[in-house]
């Protein structure tokens, strides 16, 4: 995820925003830049390594920004990295977020200005450069500028004879660091947690005034004052954003992480998807079968969009380890589309399959989180899942922004083939725009898992049981647990348990089972009292039972239609996560493991 850093002071500008921006590599990054003021900008940006960015030192800088990139509009490439500059040279912005309408600004400013990158930032930077042009003054032209643009986004700016930085945030978080004789801005206290512990959280509309020895916020016509609170962490806790690992801080990510999935894509009203595909009408109603191929937990993402695709779009899907996909001869390319899910867009076993896709003539889309991937450039089209970047070895956020991207996917095909009307698409739709509420309500309730976690934390194994969406949901919250905690654990659909795994359940076997909107709970159900006569404690998850007489604990799941698995998904995250800390495991790295698995 990208990540902004700023400082205005007296010292070694250079040094002091490169420190930052290394503080800020954990966030993931795939180019990096600075720009220092003196007279002059003097920008310095390049894709790659932080350590490669070779940043002299500017005497008399003022002030520096800088930017950590992950891509989002744009390969990862030296002209796209920030800050991004007007045609003049005299401003220089550094940007986190997505701006929705810059195309529309592009489209407008294309005539009458030079733009070097692919960018949806370099368009603040011309709008800014336009405002200065009729005598406004720089703070006055970023507020002008912020709001035009729609999207969610966290800027700074800086321009030349200006004293200091502009920073503004909308649904993107900015954090002001006060230091006796210094100001610093980041993405968060990591950036500059070396030099103050004390700080001003930026509220959405905010725009401040940055300066050596004094910041002026506000918000609207309003002056404000925002409350200086003192950071309790130190600079190790704070490298991940104070959470013991990156897989907690990627579980809570998650509501943001399915914002930026959605974000400037959808149109509840009218029920329609803008995924930036270009699949004619005549061509999405040509498609016999989608083939989905995918590893791991990508793989059952993929198993999710199945049941979506064959409930909403009416096209028969199949879905493939990727190890072992082949096309058949029987099988029509032209008729056949071919979506390879994968979160690093690197994994071999998926490569080689959308390469045997690919000769054989079959048209492929790739759904995955990194832009630039070698899948993103090799298929036909790519939808990016927008999940910023995920450290931690196991997957969760990508989970949930790839069955998300998919069922927008859904929605766009079904559309297109005249089979979802749009009434069904605009329900989908605001499901999905409170998955992001729902899984907050979700993480709210850590304790409780927690608890359950240390509880059952040393039991013989653990099984999972769903159907349906539920299905994939419980293969990968056995996956999550048995990666990260390495012990047995085993997700079923629930009719299976009778047709043999029932004899593994004993006493000591505590069963997850998840009973959602889309899991046909009432058969679940049954699967329940199996495991219970046999004296298995059972945990569950659930939004459509009355737990009372059923469940040992229950896991409550906010009502968001056949978005509830997802959701479920994050009380097995969750319940992984703390089975894994309570034996002290390598949560991050689990042994024999690796985030980008590129051998077959
Ligand atoms: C499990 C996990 C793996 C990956 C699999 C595919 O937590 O992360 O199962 O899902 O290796 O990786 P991608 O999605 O990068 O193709």
Redesign the pocket.
């Known amino acids: 995820m990208c990540g902004i850093t700023g400082y205005v002071g007296d010292g070694d500008c250079s040094a002091i925003v490169t420190k930052s921006l290394k503080n800020l590599e954990y966030r993931g990054y795939d180019s990096a830049g600075i720009a220092l003021l003196d007279d002059v900008l003097h920008i310095h940006k390049q894709s790659g390594q932080i350590d490669d960015l070779t940043v002299p030192s500017i005497p008399n800088a003022s002030c520096g920004i800088g930017h950590t990139r992950w891509s989002t509009h744009g390969a990862p490439t030296d002209a796209n990295a920030h800050p991004h500059s007007d045609c003049t040279e005299q401003v220089a912005v550094v940007h986190n977020g997505i701006i929705d309408n810059y195309e529309t600004f592009k489209q407008e400013l294309r005539d009458s200005h030079t733009f070097t990158s692919e960018t949806d930032t370099e368009v603040i930077a011309h709008l800014i450069e336009d405002e200065l042009k009729n005598g406004v003054q720089l703070r006055d032209a970023v507020e002008n500028v912020v709001s035009m643009l729609s999207g969610s986004f966290a800027i700074a700016v800086t321009a030349v004879g200006f004293d200091g930085i502009i920073a503004a945030r909308q649904d993107s978080p900015l954090v002001i660091g006060h230091a006796a004789d210094a100001t610093f801005l980041g993405s968060d206290v990591t950036a500059f947690i070396e030099h103050t512990q004390t700080v001003t959280f930026l509220e959405d509309g905010d725009i401040a005034h940055i300066k050596a020895d004094s910041v002026t916020i506000a918000n609207g016509d309003e002056h404000v004052e925002r409350e200086k609170q003192t950071v309790e962490w130190n600079a190790d806790a704070a490298e991940k954003g104070g959470y013991d690992h990156y897989m907690r801080k990627e579980i809570h990510e998650q509501p943001h992480a399915v914002r930026q999935a959605l974000s400037g894509r959808i149109n509840e009203l009218s029920g329609t998807v803008d995924l930036d595909l270009d699949l004619s009408e005549e061509y999405c109603k040509s498609i016999d079968e989608i083939q989905i191929i995918?590893?791991?937990?990508?793989y059952y993402a993929g198993l999710y969009a199945a049941e979506l695709l064959e409930q909403h779009a009416d096209i028969r899907v199949s879905v493939h380890i990727a190890s072992e996909y082949e096309f058949r001869a029987n099988r029509d390319p032209w008729r056949t589309l071919v979506i390879a899910?994968?979160?690093?867009?690197?994994?071999a076993d998926?490569l080689r399959a959308l390469r045997k896709a690919d000769g054989a003539g079959a048209r492929t889309i790739a759904v995955t989180n990194t832009v630039g991937s070698t899948m993103a450039r090799e298929a036909n089209d790519t939808v990016y899942i927008r999940s910023g970047p995920e450290i931690g070895?196991?997957?969760t956020k990508?989970f949930a922004s790839q069955v998300i991207t998919l069922t927008l996917l859904t929605v766009y095909l079904g559309r297109q083939r005249n089979s979802l009307a749009s009434s069904q698409a605009s329900t989908i739709l605001k499901e999905l725009s409170a998955v992001p509420g729902a899984i907050q309500q979700v993480l709210d309730a850590e304790s409780t898992v927690r608890e359950t976690a240390e509880e059952f934390a040393n039991s013989d194994a653990f099984f999972f049981i769903g159907r349906r969406y539920g299905h994939p949901v419980s293969l990968e919250g056995a996956?999550?647990l048995k990666?990260i905690s390495y012990d047995h654990a085993e997700g079923f659909a629930g009719g299976e348990l009778k047709h043999g795994p029932l004899a593994l359940v004993t006493e000591n076997t505590p069963v997850l089972a998840i009973l959602t909107e889309g899991t046909n709970a009432e058969d679940t159900l049954h699967n329940v009292k199996e495991v219970e006569s046999r004296g298995a404690p059972v945990i569950g998850v659930t939004s459509e039972i009355d737990p009372n007489p059923v469940f040992d604990i229950t896991f409550r799941v906010p009502e968001v239609g056949l978005m509830e698995p997802v959701v479920a998904n994050v009380y097995l995250q969750l319940f992984a996560y703390h089975v894994a800390d309570q034996k002290d495991r390598s949560i991050d790295k689990p042994r024999n493991l690796a985030k980008?698995?590129t051998v077959e």
């Open positions: 995918a590893c791991g937990t990508s899910v994968t979160q690093s867009g690197e994994t998926t070895v196991a997957a990508t996956l999550k990666e980008s698995v």
